[in-house]
């Protein structure tokens, strides 16, 4: 099938892998993957047809409503894990064990929380990557001009701030699929 993705992706989309084409899969079996700019659900099959070409095992948590007949066995196989988003819980936590019970977990994760336009992003991805001691790899889904671009591993320090920046600098100038939400 990696074939089949692979035509689909160049040939039919004619989309691009530019920078870390191998999510660094060989040094760096966990981590958490951002997905920026999240502004429609057509970068879900972008992710989905990247992670098969460059053939790296990923994996996403999205509200568990997402998880019922007839889609949840299909976003199970795919490496979904459902998350109940009600209120009084540490998610971050919760979500940041999910590394312990794994030899191998790479959690995507979209920071603006939702595909419409948001001025700050949400922090969760953040703190689950310091809990969870994994560095953060970057990866832009620029429909503009038809590219993922993936950042090198990038390990959060004490410095929120200038961590923010840094992130928000690596997207610059992306455009998504709905420009008006990028």
């Not at 692979?6 to 958490?32: A, C, E, H, P, Q």
């Not at 001009?145 to 390990?155: G, L």
Request: hydrophobic share 40%; charged share 25%; no cysteine.
């Amino acid at each position: 099938m990696r074939w089949l993705a692979r035509f689909i992706y160049f040939k039919i989309l004619g989309w691009k892998i530019t920078g870390n084409t191998t999510f660094s899969k060989d040094t760096i079996k966990k981590s958490v993957i951002i997905a920026v700019p999240h502004t429609s659900w057509h970068d879900f099959f972008i992710g989905i047809l990247l992670r098969k070409i460059v053939n790296v095992k990923t994996n996403f948590v999205a509200k568990k409503e997402l998880f019922k007949w007839p889609f949840g066995w299909y976003f199970r196989a795919v490496g979904g894990a459902p998350l109940d988003r009600t209120s009084g819980q540490n998610k971050v936590e919760a979500i940041a064990r999910l590394f312990d019970d794994k030899d191998e977990f790479r959690l995507t994760l979209a920071p603006e929380g939702t595909r419409k336009k948001v001025e700050h992003w949400k922090t969760g991805f953040y703190y689950i990557a310091k809990a969870a001691n994994v560095p953060i790899i970057m990866f832009t889904l620029d429909f503009k001009n038809k590219q993922n671009h993936i950042s090198e591993p990038f390990y959060p320090t004490d410095d929120v701030d200038a961590d923010f920046n840094f992130m928000r600098s690596f997207y610059k100038g992306v455009i998504g699929k709905r420009p008006e939400y990028s």
